[in-house]
């Protein structure tokens, strides 16, 4: 079964800094184009970045160029996301997303984690 | 960037009606376009994909149409599981999302 579980949320002050992981079990993570997708409270999904299967390729959301890195392991089947500089508007749940693709960017998310709640306040 | 409308925003109906939302693209996107549904609390789960191929495992009174810039999902007969909010993606480029359409109880 596949499962993917974000975790490393939290509260965070404006100019902050912040890392989330995503665990991720039952498929061949080496294989697959990885993203983060962002859900502000109330509001609608935003794509943030999506890296290829040995993160020779990143791609980033204008929004947060410059302040968010998107990074894997493939030994630890993991995906995180190093959040710095962050932004009152930066706050939402952070899901990790598997590209439907496999090998090939699709940009099409066949599974999601449960979500990690960031919030930037002071 | 390519922009996603959808409409309407909130669409109240009962169980068995026949429920169509449409979502509009900035510009053509071919037939590169996902169906999401999503509960409160819940990730959101893939429906379709390239407008109108059903996803392993998703009901088939679930239906996809469309092409170019006008794309509609359709529930042919409303079920009680339903009621959520469906959320369009187009993946001609970066991808980006509709606003988000709530189906909720009439």
């Known amino acids: 079964e596949v499962q993917l579980v974000e975790s490393g949320g939290g509260l965070v002050q404006p100019g902050g800094s912040l890392r989330l992981s995503c665990a991720a079990s039952?498929?061949?993570?080496?294989?697959?184009?990885m993203s983060w997708v962002r859900q502000a409270p109330g509001k609608g999904l935003e794509w943030v970045a999506n890296?290829?299967?040995?993160?020779?390729?990143?791609y980033y959301v204008d929004s947060v160029k410059g302040r968010f890195t998107i990074s894997r392991d493939n030994a630890k089947n993991s995906l995180y996301l190093q959040m710095n500089s962050l932004r009152a508007e930066d706050t939402a749940v952070y899901y990790c997303?598997?590209?439907?693709?496999?090998?090939?960017?699709?940009?099409?998310?066949?599974?999601w984690g449960q979500g990690t709640l960031v919030t930037v306040s002071s | 960037d390519i922009q996603m409308t959808q409409s309407p925003s909130t669409l109240s109906a009962s169980v068995g009606d026949r429920v169509t939302i449409t979502c509009r693209a900035s510009?053509?996107?071919?037939?590169?376009l996902a169906w999401y549904q999503q509960k409160p609390g819940k990730a959101p789960k893939l429906l379709i994909y390239?407008?109108?191929s059903l996803e392993s495992g998703v009901p088939s009174r679930f239906s996809g149409s469309g092409s170019g810039t006008e794309f509609t999902l359709t529930i042919s007969s409303l079920q009680p599981d339903d009621f959520a909010t469906y959320y369009c993606?187009?993946?001609?480029?970066?991808?980006?999302f509709g606003q988000g359409t709530k189906v909720e109880i009439k």
């Open positions: 997303a598997r590209d439907w693709g496999g090998t090939t960017v699709i940009n099409v998310f066949d599974y």
């Open positions: 039952g498929f061949t993570f080496s294989s697959y184009w």
């Open positions: 890296i290829k299967q040995d993160g020779s390729e990143k």
């Open positions: 510009q053509s996107i071919s037939s590169w």
């Open positions: 390239k407008a109108s």
């Open positions: 993606q187009q993946y001609n480029s970066f991808p980006t």
